[in-house]
């Protein structure tokens, strides 16, 4: 029997990976470099500075700490005023009682705020929230589930994960977890196939939180 869930938080509790993607298409745009939002979603997962790094070396731009800046600033606005949750999230949440936490790529002042502002901080206490900046090492390494782990003293056999990227899972299954891959996020567009999930170590993949609720009640 499943007792606890643990989220992440980028593509699986909020829907933000889109927003990125639109931040660094504006951005390359305005240096008529065309870098669609799919291809993008390619690289899902991966820390921000990650993917600035990889685009800096495709695209030749030789001031990454500028690059890094300037895309902070514009997904800034995108956050305050575009930031939604996951379609069926909130209704998931509602009708489960899981201990739930949270092992995210993303740091843990920014996940706060983003449950605040979507009003998902109710279902969450914060001292749940395990993020890339408590522990230094980003999936796909195993850290950030294995702080978790630690601190919360849950057992493996009663948990779950949920992701929405390879890298995640791996991260996951690399901890000893379950995972099961989800594609409700706007990044997952209509054709993207889920084969990359499984490849990555899935042991199951949804695509709504619906599918995700009835499946865990038969773990």
Known sequence: MIKNVI???????????????KSLSQYLAKRKIIF????????????TVEIISILSDKFEIEDQELFYKDIMLISKDLYSNKLKTVIGVEGFLKKTDHRRL???????PRILDGLNKLSLNHFFKENDVFAFDMVGKPKPDP??????????????????????????????????IKVIGITAGSHWYEGRSNKELYASGAYEVVNNYDDMLLLISKL
């Open 7 to 21: 989220f992440d938080y980028d593509g699986v509790l909020v829907d933000s990976e889109y927003l990125i993607a």
């Open 36 to 47: 669609t939002e799919k291809e993008f979603f390619e690289l899902a997962g991966n820390k």
């Open 102 to 108: 949270i092992g995210s790529n993303n740091t843990k």
């Open 143 to 176: 850290a950030i589930y294995l702080q978790a782990i630690e601190s919360s003293n849950i057992n493996l056999n009663e948990t779950v994960i949920i992701e929405d990227s390879s890298i995640g899972i791996q991260a996951g299954v690399a901890a000893g």
